[in-house]
């Protein structure tokens, strides 16, 4: 009788304990959206100036990085709380992930336009990956509420 009371107990300080970490991931990954958010305003900004390109493969490269490792703050239980993460990012996994591979992919010919000077190109390249966060947001993301 004692052992299930103190089983009870510590599976209810389990259940607290998760829904605390899953909130921390919440809270990184929603961090981590708007700073990459910040950073393509950033790039858009040189961009709209017709100014020099090169300095945005930093800033590309910074954006690649959080999309590489997206997964991981996506964890499975974390799709309740304060969150607009739509329950299809964990039943359809395959579609999440090539929304993921796709930014990714975007963001890649990016990084060499930037790298080449050429505004026209750089312009373009960061339309595709804008369209990129539009498709993922669309699929993936509940509406503003
Ligand atoms: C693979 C899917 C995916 C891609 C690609 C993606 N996002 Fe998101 N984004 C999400 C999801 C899911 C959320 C909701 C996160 C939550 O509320 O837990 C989100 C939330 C956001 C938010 C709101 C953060 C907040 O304060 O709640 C911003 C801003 C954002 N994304 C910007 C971007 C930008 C900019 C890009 C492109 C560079 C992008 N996202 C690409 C899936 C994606």
């Not at 981590?32 to 950073?39: L, N, P, S, T």
């Not at 590489?68 to 039943?91: E, F, H, K, M, N």
């Not at 395959?94 to 505004?119: K, M, Q, W």
């Amino acid at each position: 009788m004692k052992a299930w009371i103190l089983a009870g107990a510590a599976c209810a300080a389990l259940g607290v304990a998760s829904t605390a970490i899953a909130q921390d991931v919440i809270t990184a990954r929603r961090e981590g959206m708007r700073a990459e958010g910040r950073q393509m305003e950033a790039i858009k900004a040189v961009i709209d100036a017709r100014g020099d390109t090169r300095p945005i493969v930093e800033r590309v490269d910074t954006i690649t990085g959080f999309y590489r490792d997206l997964q991981a703050l996506y964890p499975v239980g974390s799709g309740t709380g304060q969150t607009r993460a739509l329950p299809a990012i964990w039943s359809d996994p395959a579609g999440f992930e090539a929304a993921r591979t796709n930014i990714v992919g975007a963001l890649a010919v990016l990084r060499s336009a930037a790298a080449s000077g050429d505004v026209a190109a750089t312009a373009a390249a960061f339309n595709q990956v804008g369209a990129g966060c539009a498709a993922c947001h669309r699929g993936y993301r509940a509406a503003a509420r």
